[in-house]
């Protein structure tokens, strides 16, 4: 199970940071992700962190701005957003599949096992 904090609403270029708690004894061995739906939208790939080191990937247009960590001790996994944009508000979700360490992560909603329930950013211009 997985449990998003942080959303609320702020102004452009202001910075905000999610996290995603996750239940469960196994979280170390899990790739984490963050995607996002705005209305209308499809649920679109933002970033996601790896088990084995740590790394990182992002989507093209928050490169720069958004950073992926992750405290496997206390099994939370966070985004940290700054200069946000009017475009980035959306419902913001955290998701997880067990990861061999063998792939790059994930970008696919498709291959992520486990959701959280979302939680709603809101950018004003």
């Known amino acids: 199970q997985l449990l998003e904090s942080g959303g609320g609403l702020v102004q452009a270029g202001d910075s905000l940071r999610l996290s995603c708690t996750a239940s469960g004894s196994t979280f170390s061995s899990y790739a984490m992700g963050w995607f996002r739906q705005a209305p209308g939208s499809e649920r679109e790939f933002v970033g996601g962190?790896?088990?084995?080191?740590?790394?990182?990937t992002y989507k093209d247009s928050v490169k720069g701005r958004f950073t992926i960590s992750r405290d496997n001790a206390k099994k939370t996994v966070y985004l940290q957003m700054n200069s946000l944009k009017s475009e980035d508000s959306a419902v913001y979700y955290c998701?997880?599949?067990?990861?061999?360490?063998?792939?790059?992560?994930?970008?696919?909603?498709?291959?992520?096992?486990?959701w959280g329930q979302g939680t709603e950013v809101t950018v004003s211009s």
């Open positions: 998701a997880a599949y067990y990861d061999l360490g063998i792939a790059a992560i994930s970008t696919r909603a498709s291959e992520y096992d486990y």
């Open positions: 962190i790896s088990w084995r080191n740590s790394r990182a």
